[in-house]
């Protein structure tokens, strides 16, 4: 006996729960149902921001938001006019939570915990009657000409309009791929860089506030703090590259060589700035007088690489130590030997091709009635609350169109 619902969402995340309960706001005669294949929901919402929750990002202008989507640039421009940041902090305050902006822009709860938003979610389900079906492991989807059927691990259930919200799921793809749908293949967005490097060994923790870093033999570059691991380089400016560059750094198997500017200023600036402080600064140990706002261990450990010994002053080195500084400070490279997960935040690039989703919608151009919210799709962000940004959007937008 099939489980009939007016409106069914698969994947019980951050969009689809947002679908769900805007659905069912909008639409209180409908009935709407959640299917969860695992035995909670909202996971990737708990883990999110180190357990705080990254709601979103303080950017409030669409033409500069989509800046931050390496997939999704062109396509989120039209959808941000419609529902953005804005609306996001409205939507939640209208729900008693009042969300707070960080220096760095991102957006949290301002108790500091992920609980507040899930809360939330699962309250707000409750209060507009939306069913929320748990270990339903959905194993087929069938497109009937006014209905969908759906197969579960334990049942059956009919709707007139799907909503597919199950972010990066490989199987999900695989079924959406026998409907007609066109998958691009998925590979990891941002990650950490692995390397292994004198330079930066021991030295775990440490943050250089603003870099420039290229990937050479490519057109990648990003700005911004780096944080130097235990295994390698971390942060912003890192972070960036690996979502920007996701394809193209797969291809090289995470195999590739960077170029890092720590100072921002072109080598022949700095060469006049070293020539500058070996005159000022003669009697001074180099290691020990740390210059260009450098934390004091980075300092150090380039300045060993420049074949400058822990003892010698400004006044004992020579011209070819001052270059190779100079060298060290704007055109330093590193070689990168394989990729970590940032955090728990396993972000990938690759989902439903979208040419084939109406952007006005988020309905599919291929089969009638079916839907999408966040990153089942071929969109993804950098770190800062941009992805979730999206989620909320396509979610909300489903939510009108339906």
Not at 154 to 182: R, Y
Not at 226 to 249: N, Q, R, Y
Not at 309 to 317: H, N
């Amino acid at each position: 006996m099939s489980k009939y619902k007016d409106i069914i969402i698969i994947g019980g995340g951050a969009a689809g729960f947002f679908a769900a309960i805007n659905i069912a706001e909008r639409y209180p005669g409908r009935s709407v149902a959640i299917l969860e294949r695992g035995k909670l929901g909202l996971q990737k919402v708990k883990i999110s921001g180190g357990g705080r929750c990254n709601v979103t990002h303080a950017e409030f202008i669409p033409s500069e938001l989509v800046l931050n989507y390496p997939r999704g640039e062109k396509e989120l421009l039209g959808p941000f006019h419609r529902f953005m940041t804005g609306d996001t902090i409205a939507w939640f305050e209208e729900r008693g939570i009042e969300l707070k902006i960080e220096e760095d822009g991102r957006m949290f709860p301002v108790t500091d915990s992920s609980q507040t938003i899930i809360d939330c979610f699962l309250q707000e389900a409750k209060k507009h009657k939306v069913e929320v079906f748990y270990n339903e492991v959905v194993k087929s989807i069938n497109a009937e000409e006014i209905s969908f059927e759906i197969m579960t691990s334990k049942d059956k259930f009919e709707c007139e309009q799907l909503v597919i919200a199950t972010g990066s799921n490989p199987k999900m793809w695989q079924m959406l791929e026998q409907l007609g749908h066109t998958i691009i293949p998925p590979v990891p967005s941002l990650f950490t860089f692995d390397i292994k490097d004198k330079r930066i060994k021991d030295i775990p923790g440490v943050v250089a506030k603003n870099v420039e870093v290229k990937i050479i033999d490519s057109d990648l570059v990003s700005n911004g703090p780096l944080l130097i691991t235990h295994v390698g380089m971390s942060a912003p400016a890192i972070l960036k590259l690996s979502a920007f560059g996701a394809i193209e750094l797969s291809k090289r198997n995470y195999q590739f060589e960077i170029q890092i500017n720590f100072i921002q200023q072109s080598l022949e600036a700095c060469l006049e700035h070293l020539k500058d402080i070996k005159k000022g600064l003669a009697r001074k140990q180099v290691t020990g007088a740390t210059q260009f706002e450098l934390p004091k261990r980075l300092w150090k450990k380039l300045v060993l690489s420049s074949d400058i010994s822990e003892t010698e002053r400004w006044a004992d080195i020579n011209k070819h130590q001052v270059e190779k500084l100079a060298n060290q400070l704007t055109r330093a490279i590193f070689k990168v030997t394989g990729k970590s997960t940032f955090k728990e935040e396993f972000v990938t690039a690759g989902g439903v091709d979208l040419k084939e989703v109406n952007f006005k919608t988020f309905e599919s151009k291929r089969i009638p009635n079916l839907y999408f919210a966040g990153e089942v799709l071929n969109i993804d962000a950098v770190t800062g609350g941009f992805n979730f940004q999206n989620a909320w959007t396509g979610a909300y937008i489903v939510s009108q169109s339906l």
